[in-house]
């Protein structure tokens, strides 16, 4: 017999709840839900647009009617429940309306807070919460009529704005000293005080209400000071409280909020609860995210899969308040053995504050430029030491490239048809109807639906900015990993842990014992799973050719007509003229159109055909040629200068320090493309400070430099460390590699990376910890024993015998 769940709310977090149900076993419920409005499922962060004649409310409809017909779930409309009956097990509405329950979901919300002042019962006194309450401000609102808004935090100000948007003269009355006081320190709230003050608002700031006057319908709102401010409609905004009224009455355990565990169980495992009516380790959240990932957690045990916890999230706003930009996160407020760094320019209206405490940014306000918002927002919650960068913290994440800055007053002026995503022709018009058409929330739904953001990463910026400002209200990211893709609720670390744990050793075991929501998998995951798998158990698991991408598959760079590009490594760019010979006869032979130089110091082979390749391959492996990995996730190349064995200006001999690097590390699989360079003095003809990893040779020995990055969002290198020797360099270079191996995500290129761990991670792992550096590097060394072996002879099947790196050989190249 199917299982009965009965849903109390029909708000965002109930539904957001069925909604991941549904993903997860769409048969195993006949599900019931009850909402005290008498709409579907609706936007509530949208209001203020509504309010402001922005939008309407069939604009902010997240599921209409007829989704509950298609989704077979009957809801009870405009009921509202008074009744749990535990012992029965069945809930009743006021009209007599019952529905008998295996499983109780309660999302009841929370209910604005109402001052019990004098006068607070006469007519045109509201709230700013619901559908009912905008329809009340938008019948009495007009040109010339006054409105008081008491309650300067973020839904005043936004109910102001809406009020101010139809024409009417708007007061704010707040108590505190400074607006927003929760999410803003004094500077900020002072600058947003100026800005509102610009835009027509009136501001009574440290004022108490004595009572709101009126004759049956309010008149005016007096200060406990004597002044009387005109009012022809109040709003109160002065905050929220759970609604754990009907919990109370079931008997459930209820403090502030009803009270749940990490699965979302309240008191009684058959109901669970979500959203502002719960009380999590003695916090409640008021943000849309948060609620979300508490649905999330809910839904898998719903769905009866057993695993996934709420931990509780640290609360990051990224806000839209009448068009400035605002974020806040963590503890802001300084003081005792904390740091403050701050900038402020005053005349832009820009003010950045970030509070430190032992090298981690535990607090941040930004005020006129929350471009960096979502950076600064995971250096806290990862706990990142960012002692290195700390002179460049508040000039934002350099990496971004320049579709990426700007600021999110940019953003929200920008044009529809202003392009944002130069690398898939994505407008910002684009992306905002694919906000409200699909309502969107989160990043990762605006890449899958628009693919904005998803090739190189530069515009994710500006991305952000721009859900943020079509959100509006209360948008934000939460503290907890992503997961690999829709597949799976599990992260990529989470991955990677538990095929270390329990011994995963081939894909399908590990979707199986990660309860994979697809039988096979996606193009997103069935790579990443090949690649920690690899790396996991290297001479154990059988790579698994068909989870590679294509040009994998086909050793070759697939072109834009079909035909395929073909490059030979080339020793630390060093060649000869049985190589060139070789190269050329292959040339002609197969009538390859274009012979180019690449920039990696390589010769490319342009227009192969799919069935040349294996031909080619033969050609070029009897002339002692391999594969240059041009198309892996891969050890690419390592790019040297002469040195000193021609150069007047080389310190030390690059050129074989390069062909040492390169012999060691050829073959090696890694997240994502992987450069190296090796320049002999520091004028770094070989660019080795942006690459993955650079050696700069200098008079006393070598400079190694990690985390750089060419193309489209370059990034200069950090330096790692000094040494003096060239077996300090191999074992530094292997070291690294092997933790950028174990460490990083798939898909993720050093720069990201390291920015996302912190450099003083990267340097206590292989800089401080030398036995454990010494550990990374034999784990490096045993996986290329199984990896350094040339693919394009395989593929033929007849393997050209090549030689190794031998150590001792190569350091008596390097003594003499």
Not at 751 to 778: N, T, Y
């Amino acid at each position: 017999m199917t299982e009965r769940l009965v849903v109390i709310g029909n708000g965002m977090a109930g539904m957001r709840t069925v909604e991941e149900l549904l993903k997860l076993t769409p048969d195993l419920y006949d599900i019931a839900v009850f909402g005290a409005e008498p709409y579907g499922n609706y936007n509530r962060i949208l209001l203020s647009p509504v309010l402001a004649g922005e939008k309407t409310v069939d604009d902010i409809m997240l599921n209409d009617e007829q989704w509950y017909v298609d989704n077979n779930i009957r809801l009870h409309k405009g009921k509202q429940v008074v009744d749990i009956n535990r012992r029965t097990r069945t809930v009743t509405a006021s009209d007599g309306t019952s529905e008998p329950y295996d499983r109780l979901l309660m999302a009841t919300g929370s209910s604005p807070i109402l001052l019990p002042l004098p006068g607070a019962d006469l007519h045109g006194v509201i709230t700013f919460r619901d559908i009912q309450d905008v329809e009340q401000m938008l019948a009495v609102g007009g040109r010339g009529k006054n409105a008081v808004v008491i309650g300067g935090g973020l839904l005043g100000l936004e109910a102001a704005n809406g009020l101010n948007t139809q024409g009417m003269n708007v007061s704010v009355i707040h108590l505190m000293p400074t607006l927003m006081e929760r999410q803003l320190d004094e500077t900020a709230g002072g600058l947003l005080l100026k800005s509102l003050e610009e835009r027509g608002l009136d501001f009574y700031l440290s004022a108490v209400t004595e009572a709101i006057v009126g004759d049956g319908r309010v008149q005016n709102v007096k200060l406990k000071d004597g002044r009387k401010i005109p009012a022809d409609i109040v709003v109160m905004a002065v905050g929220i409280k759970p609604n754990t009224d009907l919990a109370i009455s079931a008997g459930l355990h209820c403090e502030r909020g009803v009270i749940t565990d990490d699965t979302m169980q309240t008191f009684d495992p058959r109901v669970y609860a979500v959203g502002e009516c719960v009380q999590h380790r003695n916090k409640s959240y008021g943000l849309v995210a948060p609620l979300f990932e508490q649905a999330k957690v809910c839904a898998n045990h719903l769905a009866q899969l057993g695993h996934g916890a709420y931990r509780g999230s640290v609360t990051s706003t990224k806000l839209k308040v009448t068009g400035i930009d605002l974020f806040s996160a963590g503890d802001f407020s300084g003081g005792g053995d904390t740091e403050e760094v701050l900038y402020e320019d005053a005349a832009n209206g820009v003010y950045k504050k970030l509070v430190l405490k032992d090298d981690k940014i535990t607090g941040a306000v930004l005020y006129g430029d929350a471009i960096d918002s979502a950076w600064y927002f995971q250096l806290i919650r990862e706990g990142t030491d960012v002692s290195d960068i700390r002179e460049q913290l508040l000039f934002g994440k350099a990496r971004l490239g320049d579709a990426g800055h700007g600021g999110e007053n940019a953003a929200a002026a920008m044009s529809n048809d202003t392009e944002v995503c130069g690398c898939n022709g994505i407008s910002k018009g684009d992306i905002v109807s694919a906000i409200t058409d699909k309502k969107l929330f989160k990043l990762e739904d605006v890449r899958a639906h628009t693919k904005a953001s998803s090739s190189c990463g530069s515009c994710t910026g500006l991305v952000e900015q721009i859900l943020a400002s079509t959100l509006g209200g209360d948008y934000s990211e939460t503290p907890t990993e992503k997961p690999l893709c829709k597949c799976t609720e599990f992260s990529h670390d989470d991955i990677r842990k538990t095929i270390r744990e329990h011994n995963l050793k081939t894909i399908p075991d590990a979707m199986a014992f990660l309860d994979w929501r697809s039988e096979n998998g996606c193009a997103g995951c069935r790579p990443a799973l090949n690649y920690y798998l690899l790396c996991a158990w290297p001479g154990e698991y059988v790579d698994d050719q068909q989870s590679r991408f294509i040009n994998e598959r086909a050793h070759a760079n697939i072109q834009k007509d079909g035909t395929f590009s073909v490059i030979p490594r080339m020793w630390g760019g060093v060649t000869s003229a049985k190589e060139l010979r070789a190269i050329a006869d292959v040339a002609d032979k197969f009538n390859i159109p274009t012979v180019k130089m690449t920039g990696g110091q390589r010769i490319d082979l342009l227009g192969v055909t799919k069935e040349n390749l294996p031909a080619v391959w033969q050609d070029l492996n009897a002339a002692g040629l391999v594969s240059g990995h041009a198309y892996g996730k891969s050890l690419r190349t390592v790019k040297t200068c002469v040195g000193s064995e021609w150069c007047r200006f080389g310190t030390q001999d690059s050129t074989t320090m390069g062909i040492a690097l390169e012999k060691i590390s050829w073959g090696t699989w890694t997240p994502h493309k992987f450069k190296m360079a090796v320049s002999g003095c520091p004028r770094n003809c070989a660019e080795a400070t942006i690459k993955d990893f650079g050696v700069v040779a200098v008079e006393s020995g070598w400079e190694l430099h990690v985390g750089g990055n060419g193309g489209v969002k370059i990034r200069a290198t950090d330096l790692l460390t000094k040494v003096t020797t060239e077996d300090e360099v191999l074992e530094y270079a292997g070291a690294f590699l092997q933790l950028y191996r174990e460490e990083a995500h798939y898909l993720e290129r050093t720069a990201p990376w390291i920015e996302r761990v912190g450099l003083a991670h990267v340097k206590q792992r292989v800089v401080d910890d030398a036995a454990g550096r010494g550990k990374l590097h034999e784990r490096f060394l045993f996986s290329q024993t199984f990896a350094q072996t040339d693919p394009w002879a395989e593929e033929n099947r007849n393997q050209v015998e090549f030689q190794p790196l031998n150590v001792q050989a190569l350091k008596a190249r390097i003594d003499a």
